[in-house]
């Protein structure tokens, strides 16, 4: 009588533990099991940048670079050289080393930024009557 209580009380323990470790494996998710979120990179869209006036956008970049920019529109783009403006020609794009990336032909505009030289020099493409504009660029010349 007395070993039929232990072996009762030890089976009573095995199945609450088999009860703990079933509960564990069907709430907790494995690590194996978990959904592994996706970076996604932000595409560059209309939030992204403007559509300005090509006349107003020049005015800006002189006013903001004064002689140091030289500025050049045609009648498919506008040109911008910045040189001698030390740290400002980071400014010119926010320092957002992403959009020395973007091309002419896919984003409508093309920035390249010399470090050792400090020296930019962009094309923007003119549409509508106007220029596409990164935003990040807009925000240092509109201070």
């Known amino acids: ?14 199945i609450c533990i ?3 470790l079933g509960a564990y494996f069907i709430f907790y ?10 970076i996604v990179q932000d595409e560059f869209s209309m939030d ?12 800006l970049i002189k006013k903001k670079y004064g002689e140091s920019a030289v500025v050049k529109k045609n009648s498919r783009n506008v040109k911008v050289n910045i040189t001698g403006a030390n740290m400002k020609t980071q ?6 080393n992403r959009l020395l990336e973007f091309k002419m ?3 409508g505009f093309e920035i390249k930024h010399a470090k050792n030289s ?6 923007f493409k003119r549409e509508d009557d106007g220029v596409i504009v990164p935003n990040d660029v807009l925000i240092n010349l509109a201070k």
């Open 1 to 14: 009588m007395k070993g039929n209580k232990h072996i009762i009380s030890f089976g009573a323990f095995a």
């Open 18 to 20: 088999l009860v703990v």
């Open 29 to 38: 998710p494995s690590e194996k099991n978990k959904e592994v979120e996706a």
């Open 48 to 59: 992204n940048y403007n559509l300005m006036q090509t006349d107003t956008f020049m005015h």
């Open 91 to 96: 400014d010119f794009f926010n320092g957002n």
């Open 105 to 107: 032909e896919e984003h």
């Open 118 to 123: 400090n020296s930019v020099s962009a094309q």
